[in-house]
C-alpha cells in the first residue's frame, strides 16, 4: 500500500508506525512540519511550514497514496484532507485534552472562575470525521470514544519499538532510576494557562523525595538553563540525545520510570512511547500511579507497579529477574509483529 503519514512535530511513534509498515515493503510518505527522527527512510518527504504549504502537499499527495494517516496534536489535518481529496483517512490519537483532567475537575476550576481546557472542538470535529481511529491504549481509547461518541472502526496499537531499535550492546552501568520524556518546570506549569491539565509533567517534588531517600533520579529531558538552574541540584540531568543512541543511554540503568509522585488523570490512561523503549533497553520498568501501565508490566512480568518511592526501594532487587524476562521476550512487544492489524484496518477503508 502507499501511506500518507500527516504530522506536525512527528514525533517517534510516527516513525516506529512507518518503519514496520516499510519493513512489509509498504511505500511510507513523511508531510511534516519538523524533521522525523528517522525521515531519510521515507519514500519521500514534504516539509511544510505553514498551513498553505499544508494544504497544497495532500492535494499533491493524494494522487499518490491510498490512505492518509495523520498523527496528532494537533487534529486538523483530518479536516484539511476531507476538504482537498476522497483518500480514506485514519487519525493516530496519540493525545487529547479530554485525558488530561476529570470532568469533575473542569467544572470545579471553572466554577471558582479558572481558565481551564478540557473539551477541545478541534479535537472532537476531527475525531468524529476520521474514517477511523488508532489508538496507544485500550483505556485512553475508550474514554476519547465514550465521550466524544465515536462510532467508526477502532484500532488500540501500542507503542512498540521496531526490532531494529532493540538494544544488544549495551553500555555501562549507572544503576537508579531514569525517565526519558517531557518535565516541565514548577513555574512553567504555574504560569501556563492550561496549567492544572500538564501537572503531570511535573517531576520537581518526585526528584526531591527521590534525593531523601538517596535514590539516584536520572532524566533524558532538557539541557536548557532554566532547568539546570532546578534540576542539576536534585537529580541526574542527562544532556538529550538523537533518538538513535537514546535508548542504548537507557540500557544502563536499573530501572525505568512511568508515572509521577501523586495520581493524575493522564497518567491513569497513558500508555506511552517510553514504557517500550526502557524494554528495547533492557529496562524492567516501575509504575507508580500509572494504572494502565501498571496492569500491563504485571501480567507480562516485565516490570512491577508500587504506591510510593518507598515502596520501589525496598523492592529494588527485583529488577535482576525482571531483567531476565524482559530479554527473553521482548521480540513479543515489536511494532513489527503487530503492523499487520493495521494494514487490516488501512485496507478495509479502501
Excluded at 512489509?24 to 521515507?42: C, E, G, L, M, S
Excluded at 472542538?121 to 465514550?146: M, V, W
Excluded at 511535573?202 to 523525595?209: G, T, V
Aim: charged content about 25%; hydrophobic content about 40%; some cysteine.
Amino acid at each position: 500500500m502507499r501511506i500518507g503519514m500527516l504530522a506536525n512535530h512527528a514525533c517517534i511513534r510516527m516513525d516506529k508506525v512507518a518503519l514496520a509498515l516499510m519493513g512489509q515493503n509498504h511505500d511510507v510518505h513523511a508531510i511534516t512540519n519538523r524533521d522525523p527522527a528517522h525521515w531519510t527512510f521515507y519514500k519521500t518527504r514534504a516539509r511544510w511550514a505553514d498551513l498553505g504549504q499544508c494544504i497544497e502537499s495532500i492535494k499533491i499527495y493524494a494522487k499518490e497514496v491510498d490512505i492518509f494517516h495523520c498523527h496528532n496534536e494537533p487534529s486538523w489535518f483530518v479536516t484539511a484532507v476531507k476538504e482537498h481529496c476522497n483518500v480514506p483517512v485514519v487519525l493516530d490519537v496519540h493525545d487529547s485534552f479530554l485525558a488530561r483532567s476529570t470532568p469533575e475537575e473542569a467544572a470545579q476550576r471553572m466554577d471558582a472562575g479558572e481558565y481551564h481546557i478540557r473539551v477541545v472542538t478541534e479535537e472532537r470535529n476531527n475525531f468524529q470525521l476520521a474514517d477511523a481511529l488508532i489508538f496507544p491504549g485500550a483505556a485512553f481509547g475508550d474514554l476519547i470514544c465514550s465521550e466524544f461518541k465515536l462510532t467508526q472502526p477502532r484500532l488500540t496499537l501500542p507503542s512498540y519499538c521496531t526490532r531494529s531499535m532493540n538494544i544488544y550492546s549495551s553500555q555501562e552501568w549507572l544503576g537508579g532510576l531514569v525517565y526519558e520524556g517531557r518535565v516541565d518546570l514548577p513555574k512553567e506549569t504555574q504560569d501556563h494557562p492550561q496549567a492544572h491539565g500538564f501537572r503531570y509533567c511535573d517531576y520537581h517534588d518526585f526528584a526531591l523525595k527521590a534525593q531523601a531517600l538517596g535514590l539516584d533520579f536520572h532524566i533524558y529531558a532538557r539541557n536548557d538553563k532554566p532547568f539546570l538552574e532546578v534540576y542539576e541540584k536534585i537529580a541526574f540531568t542527562h544532556t538529550p540525545a538523537p533518538y538513535h543512541k537514546l535508548l542504548g543511554l537507557l540500557s544502563r540503568h536499573d530501572w525505568g520510570l512511568v508515572g509521577n509522585l501523586t495520581p493524575t488523570p493522564e497518567w491513569d490512561v497513558a500508555f506511552p512511547n517510553k514504557l517500550f523503549e526502557y524494554l528495547s533497553a533492557g529496562v524492567p520498568v516501575v509504575a507508580l500511579h500509572a494504572r494502565e501501565c501498571g496492569a500491563w508490566l504485571k501480567q507480562r512480568g516485565v516490570g512491577i507497579e508500587v504506591e510510593s518511592l518507598e515502596e520501589l526501594c525496598a523492592r529494588w532487587g527485583e529488577h535482576t529477574e525482571i531483567r531476565k524476562t524482559i530479554l527473553k521476550n521482548r521480540q513479543q512487544w515489536t511494532m513489527d509483529g503487530h503492523i499487520s492489524e493495521l494494514v487490516d484496518l488501512y485496507a478495509s477503508l479502501r
